[in-house]
């Protein structure tokens, strides 16, 4: 395209490497780079296997010792690659990578002009192979400068690679099954959980003589993010009688809700000492990261739950924010905690006093090897920074008529059912970068009348 081609040799073939492209805060901001990652970074094929973009910054494993070696590789997994992908409907079809990427609008991002807009396509092309041959320049040359000789970097992402993608399921499948509290537990609210995930809970003999395992109908073919439940066999006879139920048509449609991001059912659970069971609508979601789709999804399962008499137990990542934002542009945790006892219904948590800063589930931040580069923090600044996440986003939240907490929530980002401050997870031995939240709920006994 030749707008495009200008703009190479006007504009971007001009800037120095970091301070005029990696620091530039309108590509962050019309998501020229971030865009065209999001579609090639790790591509799940409809198969089970898995592709992957030659960058520095996913799985990819074969080496890139220079700028030829990558642009061979990268030119030809772009325009030449072939890739089989489920669209929205769950259909299967073949296609280029080049033909993934989909257009950015200037609705959406208005930092991008009407013109940048035309040529989105090829202008992401563009700022996405910058972007790439920019990272592997700086990691080929700070590894051969580096004090007391080179290093091999490409082993060093391997290695962390290992641990965080290719072996992820397996690290989160072990941390189920080994730890007691959990492969005990009667319910586990899962999100974000690729189609991977499944196919290991399958195989693994542990959790799957344990847990029923309750998907939604409607999941996410393209993210592959979904939201999920497993239920102990011991309080519930058989996954037949669980009953999917939804909140469709509740949710207003501005919501930003996608596919995958909620799991729910009606599920009929065996109670200690008591005759018949008690059936509870249990309730997975994911929100989104602004946290601004958490109280209305809350409250339409609050509804949906009043609408069948039955009470709640609800396990979300909610992305409630620690701050206040003037804004209203991230939802603020105290604003959260006014929702739930807002109306009918009010619905309780489990977390333990009024100081949110020990709720915190998350303590992680960017780093500069990926392509927002506006939301990068310094490795000394980020205990400090206000773009680290740290902040109380997940809850297990319930009918207070009906339940109360027997154990207050707990926190664990080891694995071991224990929680170390100050640390940035996940690690090479705990895959996500939430923390597991665990808590003890004790039915009210009825009063004899």
Not at 195 to 217: H, R
Request: glycine share 6%; charged share 25%.
């Amino acid at each position: 395209m030749p707008e495009v081609c200008l703009k190479w040799i006007q504009d971007f073939s001009k800037r120095r490497i970091v301070s005029g492209f990696l620091k530039d805060k309108d590509i962050g901001a019309k998501r020229l780079a971030s865009m065209p990652d999001r579609f090639t970074n790790t591509i799940n094929n409809a198969d089970g296997s898995i592709v992957c973009r030659p960058t520095v910054i996913n799985n990819y494993q074969q080496e890139m010792p220079d700028l030829e070696a990558w642009f061979t590789q990268w030119f030809d997994f772009i325009f030449h690659k072939e890739v089989s992908v489920k669209d929205k409907k769950g259909e299967v079809s073949a296609k280029k990578v080049c033909r993934l990427l989909q257009p950015i609008q200037r609705a959406k991002y208005p930092a991008v002009t009407e013109a940048e807009e035309a040529m989105s396509l090829p202008l992401q092309m563009l700022a996405l192979g910058i972007f790439d041959a920019v990272l592997v320049h700086i990691m080929n040359s700070c590894a051969a400068s580096a004090p007391g000789g080179a290093i091999n970097w490409h082993q060093l992402k391997v290695k962390l690679c290992d641990a965080l993608v290719v072996n992820k399921q397996r690290s989160v499948i072990r941390i189920l099954a080994e730890q007691p509290t959990y492969c005990n537990a009667d319910v586990v609210f899962l999100q974000e959980c690729a189609g991977s995930f499944i196919e290991a809970f399958k195989q693994d003999e542990t959790l799957s003589s344990k847990f029923w395992l309750l998907a939604p109908k409607v999941v996410d073919h393209v993210r592959d993010q979904n939201s999920l439940l497993l239920v102990s066999k011991s309080k519930l006879d058989d996954a037949s009688m669980a009953e999917e139920v939804s909140i469709s048509g509740t949710v207003a449609g501005d919501v930003p809700v996608a596919d995958g991001d909620f799991c729910a059912f009606s599920v009929p659970l065996v109670v200690e000492g008591e005759e018949e069971s008690q059936k509870v609508v249990l309730a997975s979601f994911h929100g989104d990261t602004a946290g601004l789709a958490s109280t209305p999804v809350v409250g339409a399962v609050r509804k949906l739950a009043a609408d069948l008499g039955l009470p709640v137990v609800m396990g979300l990542d909610a992305n409630t924010h620690a701050h206040e934002d003037p804004k209203g542009a991230t939802k603020y945790v105290k604003s959260f905690l006014a929702d739930l006892e807002e109306g009918p219904e009010p619905l309780a948590h489990s977390w333990e006093g009024e100081d949110t800063t020990k709720w915190h589930t998350t303590f992680n931040a960017r780093t500069f090897l990926q392509p927002q580069l506006n939301k990068a923090v310094r490795f000394e600044e980020r205990h400090t920074s206000k773009l680290t996440d740290n902040h109380p986003k997940d809850w297990i939240l319930f009918s207070g008529s009906v339940f109360d907490v027997a154990e207050a929530a707990v926190k664990d980002n080891t694995g071991k059912y224990s929680f170390t401050d100050g640390i940035d997870f996940p690690t090479l031995t705990f895959p996500s970068d939430h923390a597991l939240v665990s808590t003890t709920l004790r039915v009210r006994r009825k009063r004899e009348e």
